[in-house]
């Protein structure tokens, strides 16, 4: 291969080429020595940079790694607007399963805090901090407007729609206590894993979260599939998390290695936000009829 050390003189090229081209084995994260031995000749700053643009296969992959792990952080910062604008625009937070709201913040919490605890780069799973911010406001939101989602049931004359807009598990009323409670549990958990969690412990973080997901978006895809319809849900949202899924699965190869802890988590995740996905596009017709449906309600 051509080599182009010139390169290496030029300022700060050699320190964004350490950030992308330092794979966790040769941080100190690969206990393998061998394996340690074999990443830095396959792969290294120094190798990739002196051989632009005739890059080895190893190189161009981790480059495109860590351009698909920003791409995915950037998306993330937008991913779940359009279901916070729906709930604003509806003023409901109907068609939203509020176990699957409860177990997606859990979800993201403990992914957040993994990735921190280990060291993993931040192009790794800096997705879940900005997802985790978004689902905290869409919680906020569920609780203003649980209320008045209840007392609109009341006042409703029409038998079958309210019978309707009471399936939806959102219009149950969210009791201060229970507010109160929510916030305390999440800052104590939140505190408790980042300072008390021994290392030995890190990947219970993640495996824990296996059965909180497929019982919280199993809840989700239940009631869509008995309601006929996906509420607030975007697809816009749906579809970038199922995209950033399976793009999280090779970036994580890439940048973490063979964590099959992480890598399972991922594909359950895609898996789950496929069948979503699916869904919304199914029952887009009867969402569009219940979105305006509640609005005219709204609005009397």
Known sequence: AIRMKFILEIPLLMSFAEWVWTTDSQNGNDNDASATAAAVQLISPELCVTTLPWMTEE???????????????????????????????????????????YGEVLLLTN?????????????????????????????LLMWKFSSSSSSSKSDDD????????????????????????????????????L???P?????????????VLLYSRGIQIVESYREKHTGAQS????????VGAAARIFTTYKEVGWNMVLLFGYFLGFLTNLIMLLQIILFQTNTKQFLQTLKEKKQD
Not at 199 to 211: A, G, K, T, V
Request: glycine content about 6%; hydrophobic content about 45%.
């Open 59 to 101: 190189c161009w992959s981790q480059l495109i790694a860590k351009c698909l792990g920003i791409a995915i952080i950037v998306g993330a910062c937008i991913c779940k607007v359009p279901v916070i604008v729906n709930i604003l625009n509806s003023q409901s937070c109907a068609g939203l399963s509020k176990t699957a709201i």
């Open 235 to 242: 697809i816009i949202t749906v579809g970038l998390n199922t």
């Open 158 to 193: 029409d038998p079958k729609s309210s019978q309707q807009q009471q399936s939806t598990t959102t219009t149950v009323r969210i009791t201060a206590t229970e507010q109160y409670t929510a916030c305390f549990v999440f800052l104590l958990y939140s505190a408790g894993i």
């Open 199 to 211: 290392d030995n412990l890190h990947d219970w973080l993640i495996s824990s979260c296996w059965p």
């Open 111 to 139: 992914s957040a805090a993994y990735g921190y605890l280990e060291g993993h780069p931040f192009t790794a799973y800096g997705e879940t901090i900005a997802l985790l911010i978004q689902s905290m406001v869409i919680v």
């Open 195 to 197: 300072t008390l969690l």
